[in-house]
């Protein structure tokens, strides 16, 4: 298995701004991702955290909205931009080798 | 997005009894995933199911892929208080450069 670690585990945002999320994981794995869970809802792929290149979005998630880094095999970021309420969410990464996915502790974020 | 319907929504039963929750998808998955998820906290991998018919236990939890590879459920065997939470499924279709799609979750209440 492997332990995921992100920061920070919480906040709260003014909307218009942008908040950086990372995720650090304590051994190589081949993919990250990144997913979001709306309160009481359940969790959403946001995108692939792709290492040295451009991540994979899914459909409704956009790159100037949400960009992405992985610079390497074990560090990612997520950035939430120009934070509006909405955007209250959980955010999580995960990361896994081959087709076992586990999972940071979340950022809860709360926008106002 | 494709998502796994997942049934119940909520269940609440009695310590000590048996509970069963099920996954079904009108699309093929490779690999569905069973998750628990306790209040402030991401996801933790129960099971993972690789084959279509596979049977899998972990302690007294119990998940089996599939035979159409269409669907899965897990079984809980004599329920003690720490097995309140919410449980998800999630499937994967390809390897492991796919993400997951989750379903809506189950919400297990054991009552005294």
């Known amino acids: 298995s492997a332990v995921i670690s992100q920061k920070p585990s919480r906040d709260i945002c003014q909307r218009g701004t942008s908040l950086t999320i990372q995720c650090q994981v304590d051994?190589?794995?081949?993919?990250m991702f990144w997913y979001r869970q709306q309160p009481g809802q359940s969790l959403t792929l946001i995108a692939t955290?792709?290492?040295?290149?451009?991540?994979?979005?899914e459909s409704g998630f956009v790159i100037d909205k949400f960009p992405i880094s992985r610079p390497n095999l074990t560090f990612s970021t997520l950035t939430v931009s120009n934070m509006s309420p909405e955007d209250s969410s959980i955010y999580l990464c995960?990361?896994?080798?081959?087709?076992?996915?586990?999972f940071g502790q979340g950022t809860r974020l709360t926008v106002v | 997005g494709q998502q796994l319907n997942q049934s119940p929504q909520s269940m609440f039963i009695q310590e000590g009894e048996d509970v069963s929750m099920n996954c079904t998808s009108s699309?093929?998955?490779?690999?569905w995933l069973w998750y628990k998820q306790d209040p402030g906290e991401g996801p933790v991998l129960l099971i993972a199911?690789?084959?279509?018919?596979e049977l899998t236990s972990n302690g007294r939890l119990t998940a089996q892929f599939g035979i159409t590879r269409k669907d899965s459920f897990l079984n809980i065997s004599a329920s003690i208080p720490s097995d309140v939470g919410i449980y998800f499924c999630?499937?994967?279709?390809?390897?492991?450069?796919?993400?997951?799609?989750f379903g809506k979750g189950t919400h297990l209440i054991i009552q005294p």
């Open positions: 995960s990361g896994g080798l081959n087709t076992e996915a586990f």
């Open positions: 699309s093929i998955f490779n690999t």
């Open positions: 199911l690789y084959k279509a018919g």
């Open positions: 955290a792709n290492q040295g290149s451009e991540a994979t979005y």
């Open positions: 051994s190589q794995v081949t993919m």
């Open positions: 999630a499937g994967k279709r390809g390897g492991g450069a796919d993400g997951l799609t």
